[in-house]
């Protein structure tokens, strides 16, 4: 397999993408041109970005195999979006083997084939849903949320809830606190047990596409 572009490897991570101690790997590319997109790098010029095959990742990040071992984490694929990059999941894991935990930080705005594949690797999910209302989804994104609403139904029916977080974001100018709301007792009415609620704080004078996020 080739290597693919990355746009950031970061060890250390602890309660902020999965169980114990993580590192995330953030793949380049994505589907969606969010408004205050909070990885731009993400849907720029891969050209100077680091790359790796699976083994290489794999050889660059077992340095920490005994605090994931210690704590139960492991690897998380964020992005960009991980999804595009199932093969590369699928090969990784036979690399690390079960006793490391993969997550995946997506917003299912791929093909079902590609959720189907990586839920075959990955233990663990982390849902970016935006906003249940197509219509604010759209204005936000760029992109209809029918495939990715299908997709989180099929990963809860077919991957179990316990192993499916969903963040719902407040999104300033673009849905409101009764809106996410609404969007929160969907999720609870589809069976999501674990929602996470956070805000987008967006700088005076910021462009579109730097956006950061606050709990």
């Not at 594949?117 to 219509?135: C, L, R, Y």
């Not at 999720?187 to 596409?209: M, T």
Request: aromatic share 8%; glycine share 10%.
């Amino acid at each position: 397999m080739n290597a693919v572009p990355f746009i950031g490897v970061s060890r250390h991570r602890i309660g902020i993408d999965g169980v114990g101690v993580t590192t995330l790997a953030a793949f380049h590319g994505c589907p969606l041109h969010c408004r205050y997109c909070l990885n731009p790098t993400c849907l720029g010029t891969p050209d100077h970005l680091l790359r790796y095959t699976p083994e290489s990742l794999f050889e660059h990040t077992r340095v920490d195999n005994l605090y994931f071992l210690a704590t139960g984490g492991g690897i998380c694929f964020g992005g960009g979006e991980p999804l595009l990059r199932t093969a590369f999941l699928v090969r990784f894991r036979a690399l690390c083997g079960t006793s490391w935990r993969l997550t995946a930080e997506s917003s299912l705005a791929v093909p079902r084939a590609n959720v189907v594949k990586a839920a075959g690797v990955i233990d663990d999910f982390i849902v970016d849903i935006k906003d249940t209302n197509p219509s604010i989804y759209k204005a936000y994104t760029g992109r209809s949320n029918r495939g990715a609403m299908a997709n989180l139904r099929w990963l809860l029916q077919n991957k179990g809830a316990d192993h499916v977080t969903v963040r719902v974001p407040l999104i300033p100018q673009y849905n409101t606190d009764d809106d996410r709301d609404r969007s929160v007792a969907k999720l609870k009415e589809w069976g999501v047990k674990h929602i996470d609620r956070f805000d987008y704080v967006v700088r005076q004078s910021q462009p579109a596409g730097e956006g950061e996020t606050k709990k």
